[in-house]
């Protein structure tokens, strides 16, 4: 196979790979009814004057299933942390003791459940029109490889490998997808 379109192959698979990634990353983002130290990777706090990850600035613990604790290295920091989570709008009430935050995650009701499988959704689709957009890249790429001299069969070729590693990236977007359903609605 022609060494240029091998190059693109190779960047549509780092390009999917991402896509999947990203996918997996927003995914633990949507609480499922357990708390997770995930839960908390969206804010940021003011430290100093800067925009600083909350988990750059404290530690982040479960102690159980349901609460998350939040231990500023910092004890100055405690109001600015429970401000930035209550303006994160994660659905969590900070309850700051003067050393610590806890966080109480509630049980998920049904109808919560079924917006979160809709929001996982969601985001399962944006890693595959990703992925889509990738490979409509790639392609593209492939066909102007025609006038650096890759011939009709080697381009046809290329678009066949980009379309198989598509299908594949697709399906791990779906898996990841699916289990995070089946997290979502286990009671």
């Known amino acids: 196979m022609n060494e240029l379109i091998s190059l693109q192959l190779d960047d549509c698979k780092e390009g999917m790979a991402k896509a999947v990634s990203h996918t997996e990353s927003e995914l633990t983002k949507i609480r499922a009814g357990k708390a997770s ?48 989570i209550i303006d994160s709008n994660i659905g969590l009430n900070p309850q700051n003791d003067g050393n610590i935050i806890r966080l109480a995650v509630p049980p998920l009701t049904e109808e919560r459940r079924r917006d979160l499988v809709k929001k996982v959704k969601e985001e399962a689709e944006k890693g595959r029109v990703s992925i889509r957009n990738i490979r409509k890249d790639s392609n593209e790429t492939i066909k102007k490889l025609k006038n650096d001299g890759a011939s009709e069969d080697e381009i046809k070729q290329g678009e066949a490998e980009v379309q198989k590693l598509t299908d594949a990236y697709i399906v791990k977007v779906d898996q990841l997808a699916e289990l995070k359903e089946k997290d979502i609605m286990t009671v």
């Open 37 to 84: 130290p995930g839960m908390l990777d969206g804010i940021y706090v003011d430290y100093y004057g800067s925009s600083t990850a909350l988990s750059q600035v404290s530690n982040i613990n479960t102690t159980d299933a349901r609460t998350i604790v939040v231990q500023p290295w910092e004890k100055s920091l405690l109001s600015t942390i429970e401000k930035a």
